[in-house]
């Protein structure tokens, strides 16, 4: 057997194991207007949402717009909520183009468990930034992700972004 060293890994493994046994919803403690933005890595925030990195990205740039309301499904969200979502998606994929330069990207809601929803109970947008020639050998025979980058450094260039809007 190969092995690929990446002590790195083990923040993702004890994060899993944490967050699956944090009380309470971490995007609704994410939302909150005081929070510590870098440390729960919101790099943008709306009247409504916010813009969270992913702490387990498919790629550098992985991003989520929540709304801040705890709400499992579209039809929970007012009109203005909504709107300010919706909004949010287009500003994002906006500041990932300009800070990344993807060749497109991939939007996507999973609503609800048999959806593959991690998160059943707040809504959640997913957009991932993608490459021509992306998908590599690693992910496929290894079933393992390689990123270029840390999320520390993703949070400094997105919300450095972000700030100038």
């Known amino acids: 057997m190969d092995l690929l060293w990446a002590p790195w890994r083990s923040k993702y493994v004890e994060g899993v194991e944490n967050m699956l046994k944090e009380d309470g919803c971490f995007l609704c403690s994410a939302g909150v207007a005081d929070?510590?933005?870098?440390?729960?890595?919101?790099?943008?925030?709306?009247?409504?949402?916010?813009?969270?990195?992913?702490?387990?990205?498919?790629a550098s740039?992985?991003?989520m717009i929540s709304p801040r309301k705890h709400a499992a499904h579209l039809s929970e969200l007012a009109d203005d909520e909504y709107i300010d979502i919706m909004s949010l998606l287009r500003v994002s994929v906006a500041a990932l183009q300009k800070v990344?330069?993807?060749?497109?990207?991939?939007?996507?809601?999973n609503l609800g468990d048999a959806a593959g929803a991690g998160i059943?109970?707040?809504?959640?947008?997913h957009v991932v930034p993608r490459w021509h020639g992306d998908t590599n050998f690693m992910p496929v025979l290894g079933g393992t992700r390689v990123?270029?980058?840390?999320?520390?450094?993703?949070?400094?260039?997105?919300?450095?972004?972000?700030?100038?809007?």
């Open 147 to 165: 990123l270029s980058e840390e999320l520390s450094t993703t949070w400094s260039k997105l919300s450095k972004h972000f700030s100038t809007l």
């Open 35 to 58: 929070a510590d933005a870098q440390a729960l890595l919101v790099v943008h925030s709306s009247q409504h949402g916010f813009v969270i990195l992913n702490r387990y990205p498919y």
């Open 100 to 109: 990344y330069s993807p060749h497109g990207c991939n939007v996507g809601i």
């Open 61 to 63: 740039g992985h991003i």
């Open 120 to 125: 059943p109970g707040h809504l959640h947008i």
